[in-house]
């Protein structure tokens, strides 16, 4: 049971590279969920995904896309990457509202140069 | 809208002391909760303990308890006995009944030092 997994750890990108972010959970959860984290502000919601086919938008999607193709996993996009994009980028999973826990995991830092 | 405010950037607790972390919230909610994480420098999200707005005791996990006043609308972390491995980063969040519980809203954190 491996939880929450995110591929990459690590990327740097240049200026308009694009890339996506993968986000798997073997846990059966229904919801997943994007953040980026910068220094002295939390964690800011992105994307998140309350069932397999559905996406929406979060408190700073600008930049992004998103796709939940398969119930397991959950992608971010960047299009055309911008150094306000240099974050680390958190994947969460939980099973459904209420008093569900949000599953984190480990984590992309990703450099925009 | 749902709301999220740590006051203190950084707090420093002596091994074996207890400390508390301040929390407070704002939200239209009539139903919500309220969360705490930690996160330590390998920088990994760990849930740690978790308060109902309808709870009528307030929630303990081993050294960690939160002190729910809910007219003050404050939610903090206590822990007692610290140790050195709880150095990191603190987390208050919460979601509510507005949002279908679905959205975790999160404040800017705590970083606390643990000193021998």
């Known amino acids: 049971n491996a939880g929450v997994t995110q591929t990459p750890k690590f990327r740097v990108l240049k200026t308009g590279q694009s890339m996506t972010l993968l986000c798997a959970q073997d846990m059966n959860h229904e919801y997943m969920y994007w953040y980026r984290q910068d220094p002295g502000m939390g964690l800011r919601l992105i994307h998140y995904?309350?069932?397999?086919?559905?996406?929406a938008k979060g408190e700073v999607p600008d930049g992004y896309n998103v796709s939940r193709l398969k119930k397991q996993n959950f992608l971010l996009g960047l299009e055309s990457a911008a150094p306000s994009q240099t974050s680390v980028y958190f994947c969460a999973s939980q099973t459904s509202g209420g008093t569900d826990t949000q599953y984190f995991g480990p984590g992309t830092r990703l450099t925009v140069l | 809208a749902q709301k999220i405010t740590q006051t203190q950037p950084g707090m420093f607790v002596q091994e074996k002391e207890a400390v508390t972390l301040d929390c407070t919230y704002d939200t239209s909610d009539p139903s919500y909760g309220l969360f705490w994480y930690k996160q330590p420098s390998s920088g990994e999200m760990i849930f740690l303990i978790y308060?109902?707005?309808?709870?009528?005791q307030n929630a303990t996990e081993g050294r960690y308890s939160l002190n729910f006043q809910k007219a003050r609308k404050s939610a903090n972390l206590v822990i007692s006995a610290s140790q050195l491995g709880d150095s990191a980063m603190y987390f208050c969040a919460m979601r509510g009944w507005n949002t279908g519980f679905q959205k975790l809203v999160f404040g800017t954190g705590t970083r606390l030092l643990v000193s021998p």
């Open positions: 995904s309350v069932g397999e086919g559905t996406t």
């Open positions: 308060q109902g707005s309808y709870d009528q």
